[in-house]
């Protein structure tokens, strides 16, 4: 069965950071291509960032290029999420999810198979 557990959300002003992590379990990690997602109140579950299998390829919505950065740690069977220059609009609950593969084919919801419970992210005025 597999298993993603988000962890690193939290309240933080705006400018500053945090960095979320999902731990993954129930099948080979490196196989498998990882994504963010953020959900907001009252708005649909959107795409943030996803990474290949391998992790060479990574791949960002516009509105956190350049401040967000998706890794992976294959040894640890890990996804992290460093997130920089937050900004009030980047409060949501976050979700890892994986893929059915170790291609990044879509950046919507349906590309995804399995997801964590998510992380609050709440950034403060």
């Known amino acids: 069965q597999v298993q993603l557990v988000e962890s690193g959300g939290g309240l933080v002003q705006t400018g500053g950071s945090l960095r979320l992590s999902c731990v993954a379990s129930g099948r080979t990690f490196s196989n498998y291509a990882m994504g963010w997602f953020r959900q907001a109140p009252g708005k649909e579950r959107e795409f943030v960032a996803a990474i290949s299998g391998p992790g060479g390829y990574t791949y960002y919505t516009s509105s956190v290029k350049g401040r967000f950065t998706i890794s992976r740690d294959n040894a640890k069977n890990t996804v992290y999420l460093q997130m920089n220059s937050l900004k009030p609009e980047d409060t949501a609950v976050y979700y890892c999810?994986?893929?059915?593969?170790?291609?990044?084919?879509?950046?919507?919801?349906?590309?995804?198979?399995?997801w964590g419970q998510g992380t609050q992210v709440t950034v403060s005025s």
């Open positions: 999810a994986t893929a059915t593969g170790p291609t990044v084919r879509v950046l919507t919801i349906h590309g995804y198979q399995y």
